[in-house]
């Protein structure tokens, strides 16, 4: 993996600017506003509280887009910081235990998503992934926050 | 004045003892800035409601009731985090115009949301099932949002020494 990150290295993207970082990891984490609060809604659902008294699967089809457009935003300005800052991502261990619960949690909630999507009312079985969906993500978000501040 | 205040806080052992501490800052600044995010994630997950965009189907009182609790929980964590963050360096966040502005922008977020809360609000019963709100409630909305967007903002752009002064 190291040669790439040599060769986005090597593309100077934002190089030497602070402002050009600084707005794409500001964008990223309004982006993650709108996305955490999307993904907040239904798995409170999920756990019989916060929207309890709407069927599940509206709460669901509703929150979805802003889901999947606060995602798309936050994959675009990630990426771009990957590029902008490659080598501080590549020596991260946060950036990489980011990137790998990322796929767990992608995973996750698009299953859970598409099972909800069709149900009034979430099956016992399904209830503890709004937890350990919170939990997930918040972590990614821990996760994301750090990779600035430890190095 | 203020000034001679965040001095005296300081100045105070336990205010070293934040600013000393070799994880304080950076576990302290995370737990800060996640909880804030998922506040604010409920917030605007209102507004959008408030805005007729989203949880159309949803009569507005129920979605402003029941995310209400779970808005005062992550704004408390993320109170309590950026307090503790503050009094560990008052000095630092005295000459920063950002920390100031974040404020101001919290002031006012706040401002918006009890007068919206003591005018348009008071006749939710006659439009709370439709999915367009009025005028008062839209703009309620689109203003929690620019507002706490820009807290966001000015709050991830403290941590850079723009606009900082020290004397």
């Known amino acids: 993996m190291l040669p790439f990150f040599q060769w986005l290295e090597s593309l100077k993207f934002g190089a030497g600017s602070e402002y050009t970082v600084a707005s794409i990891n500001v964008t990223h984490l309004l982006c993650l506003v709108v996305f955490i609060g999307a993904v907040l809604v239904v798995d409170l659902r999920l756990l019989g509280t916060g929207m309890r008294r709407q069927p599940l699967s509206d709460v669901v089809r509703s929150?979805?887009?802003?889901?999947?457009?606060?995602?798309?935003?936050?994959?675009?300005?990630?990426?771009?910081?990957?590029?902008?800052?490659?080598?501080?991502?590549?020596?991260?261990?946060?950036?990489?235990?980011?990137?790998?619960?990322?796929?767990?949690?992608?995973?996750?909630?698009?299953?859970?998503?598409?099972?909800?999507?069709?149900?009034?009312?979430?099956?016992?079985?399904?209830?503890?992934?709004?937890?350990?969906s919170i939990l997930l993500w918040s972590f990614i978000a821990v996760q994301g926050r750090l990779i600035g501040l430890l190095q | 004045m203020i000034r001679s205040w965040f001095e005296w806080i300081d100045a105070m052992p336990s205010s070293i003892a934040i600013r000393e501490s070799v994880f304080g800052y950076p576990y302290l600044l995370t737990a800060h800035a996640v909880s804030m995010a998922l506040f604010a994630g409920l917030i605007v997950m209102m507004d959008l409601r408030l805005l007729g965009w989203a949880y159309k189907r949803t009569p507005l009182s129920q979605v402003q009731k029941q995310l209400f609790p779970w808005q005062m929980f992550t704004m408390a964590v993320s109170s309590v985090t950026g307090a503790i963050l503050f009094y560990g360096q008052p000095l630092r966040y005295y000459g920063k115009v950002f920390f100031w502005t974040k404020m101001a922008l919290m002031l006012f977020a706040g401002i918006n949301a009890l007068y919206f809360h003591f005018t348009t609000y008071r006749t939710v019963a006659a439009w709370d099932t439709t999915d367009q709100p009025p005028t008062g409630a839209k703009l309620a909305g689109a203003l929690s949002i620019v507002l706490w967007a820009g807290v966001v903002i000015f709050g991830r752009i403290t941590a850079y020494n723009w606009m900082t002064f020290t004397e």
């Open chain 1, 63 to 132: 929150a979805q887009p802003w889901m999947f457009g606060g995602f798309a935003g936050m994959f675009v300005t990630g990426s771009l910081q990957v590029v902008a800052t490659p080598m501080k991502a590549y020596f991260s261990d946060q950036f990489w235990l980011k990137m790998q619960l990322l796929v767990v949690a992608i995973i996750l909630t698009l299953v859970v998503r598409s099972i909800a999507a069709r149900r009034a009312e979430a099956p016992v079985w399904l209830k503890p992934a709004g937890l350990v």
